[in-house]
């Protein structure tokens, strides 16, 4: 039988889904789309229709498109005493970190715009196909796995922080926890939402019923949505970023967003550099390649690449000269000084989907009667870098999700994209290296140890070897050695196609669950 397409994904049921519509002859667009929804069953922490995300399409060997449906700040703050924003902690075990959920820390949704918009653009089934297999998983419900409960135990917090969240998603009560490994998540409401949806379509969510829920919940709880917001919300049809590098074309997320420029960057630095003769693994690889992040980092943040001046900074920090001062600094230092999840669909067409969605953790607001949780963007600590309520008003918001595609001289394309909040940039721009650098088949290229640098500390799967560790620990008084694969380091799931045998491959990050379906 003639081979549909590859899907790499974050959970059995999203790729199961996007391999259902392929084999009933669907293009990988109706596929992901399909995904997406299935995900914010599947995958409730990580993928909600109340975050927001990216889409890079390419249509078979044509255009490449970026559909921006990132959340977007409201168009008027009110008050810090008249907003409903506080911290909750989540429990890693050995540590824990504060996030700040309630009303107030949401941001404009784009996620049904961005489901209806591509759909328009890039789909070939109705809508109501699209949404069928989530529509089934919701009301049949799905068996939490281990992956999921880990999550889910993470941020309970907040997921049991008031009675319409326990009932979704389990819990005695606000000190007791969510629905563990084995148990099941039904979510009949969020099925009916997505045949209305289908019905009616996306002004159902934006100027109907559903908006105006929001809205008034917003104006007497805290919040800051108002239908303004939601009627004005626009998908950003944007081009991709596109560089040479590695014998290879990368197509990544344009600023405003972050992710795609900083993997750019980093691969600017590494011009004329040959990462294959300081062998894999070696001391001396794992040593340049911390300093590039090291300077990656430093350069986003001496750009003001965080903040949301990023697409004019984004300007200046490709700029042949300053790249030259960040390189030399690298080269003269030899020795070194949140929640997201990703689907990635070819197609035997060669159309080629990769597609990031976030909810932040999710900021315990359930729109009544939707089973839709919204976003906490406005309580990211990593997205919000100047400060908490100081975000400028009607803003496109920046991410680090960074959808790529990587199309070679033969046009072999390997799509990919990861979740993993600041490890994203490092954990795809290392996959890319051990692809392109070291041609390393793809799942051994996912697969393979990671390293991550950020403010001094040096994080790092230890799987390196001894006399790397050792080396590293003088080279870097601040590493942390990681004894196993940690969903720390991302969740790169990728897909590859060769036109010229019309050979598929494909590789999910066992990391974040991942899973691959050659359909």
């Known amino acids: 039988m003639k081979t549909k397409g590859a899907i790499a994904a974050g959970h059995p049921e999203t790729a199961r889904a996007a391999g259902a519509i392929l084999e009933e002859g669907g293009n990988a667009f109706d596929a992901a789309l399909a995904a997406m929804c299935v995900a914010?069953?599947?995958?409730?922490?990580?993928?909600?229709l109340g975050g927001g995300g990216f889409l890079l399409a390419r249509r078979g060997a044509g255009e490449i498109d970026v559909f921006d449906f990132f959340t977007h700040t409201p168009k008027r703050q009110r008050a810090e005493a008249e907003v409903e924003f506080f911290p909750v902690l989540a429990d890693f075990g050995t540590a824990t970190q504060e996030f700040?959920?309630?009303?107030?820390?949401m941001a404009t949704p784009g996620a049904v715009k961005g489901l209806f918009e591509a759909h328009r653009a890039l789909a070939s089934m109705p809508m109501s196909r699209i949404v069928e297999p989530a529509v089934s998983l919701a009301r049949r419900g799905v068996p939490i796995n281990r992956l999921q409960a880990y999550i889910l135990g993470v941020v309970g917090r907040i997921y049991v922080s008031n009675a319409e969240c326990r009932a979704l998603f389990g819990g005695a009560d606000e000190n007791d926890r969510p629905t563990g490994e084995g148990g099941e998540l039904r979510m009949p409401a969020f099925a009916d939402t997505l045949e209305a949806l289908a019905r009616e379509g996306e002004d159902l969510f934006y100027r109907g019923e559903v908006a105006r829920r929001i809205a008034e919940d917003c104006r007497t709880g805290g919040g800051?949505?108002?239908?303004?917001?939601?009627?004005?919300y626009g998908v950003e049809r944007r081009r991709?970023?596109?560089?040479?590098?590695?014998?290879?074309?990368?197509?990544?997320?344009?600023p405003p967003s972050s992710g795609g420029i900083l993997i750019a960057f980093a691969l600017e630095l590494l011009r004329g550099e040959n990462p294959r003769a300081l062998g894999?693994?070696?001391?001396?690889?794992?040593?340049r390649l911390a300093d590039v992040m090291a300077m990656t980092n430093k350069a986003r943040l001496e750009s003001r690449l965080h903040e949301h001046d990023a697409a004019n900074a984004a300007e200046t920090l490709l700029d042949p000269d300053l790249l030259a001062v960040y390189r030399r600094e690298v080269r003269g230092h030899p020795a070194a000084s949140r929640g997201t999840t990703h689907i990635s669909i070819i197609d035997a067409g060669g159309n080629a989907a990769s597609l990031s969605l976030s909810n932040g953790e999710g900021s315990a607001y359930i729109v009544p009667g939707t089973g839709i949780m919204l976003n906490n963007m406005l309580g990211e600590e990593d997205i919000n870098v100047g400060g908490f309520h100081q975000w400028p008003e009607d803003a496109r918001m920046s991410s680090m999700m960074a959808p790529s595609l990587i199309v070679g001289d033969a046009g072999d394309m390997v799509a990919m994209g990861s979740g993993g909040s600041n490890r994203i940039r490092t954990a795809l721009l290392q996959v890319m290296l051990n692809l392109r650098a070291f041609d390393?088949?793809?799942?051994?290229?996912?697969?393979s140890p990671r390293l991550h640098f950020e403010e001094g500390l040096l994080s790092i799967e230890d799987d390196?070897?001894?006399?790397?560790?050792?080396?590293?620990?003088?080279?870097f008084p601040d590493a942390e050695l990681w004894a196993e694969r940690n969903m720390f380091f991302g969740g790169v799931h990728a897909v590859r196609f060769e036109p010229a045998t019309?050979?598929?491959?494909?590789?999910?990050?066992?990391?974040?669950?991942?899973?691959?379906?050659i359909a």
Not at 224 to 232: F, H
Not at 240 to 254: K, W
Request: a negative charge; proline letters at 6%.
């Open 240 to 254: 991709p970023l596109t560089i040479a590098a590695l014998g290879a074309r990368l197509f990544t997320n344009p």
């Open 40 to 48: 914010c069953v599947a995958e409730p922490v990580l993928a909600s």
């Open 440 to 447: 390393m088949p793809l799942a051994q290229a996912v697969g």
């Open 502 to 517: 019309k050979h598929f491959d494909g590789a999910g990050d066992p990391r974040r669950g991942g899973v691959t379906v």
């Open 464 to 475: 390196f070897g001894e006399a790397e560790s050792a080396a590293l620990a003088q080279a």
């Open 100 to 105: 700040h959920i309630g009303m107030g820390s």
């Open 224 to 232: 800051l949505l108002s239908m303004d917001d939601l009627a004005c």
């Open 280 to 287: 894999f693994g070696s001391a001396a690889y794992v040593e």
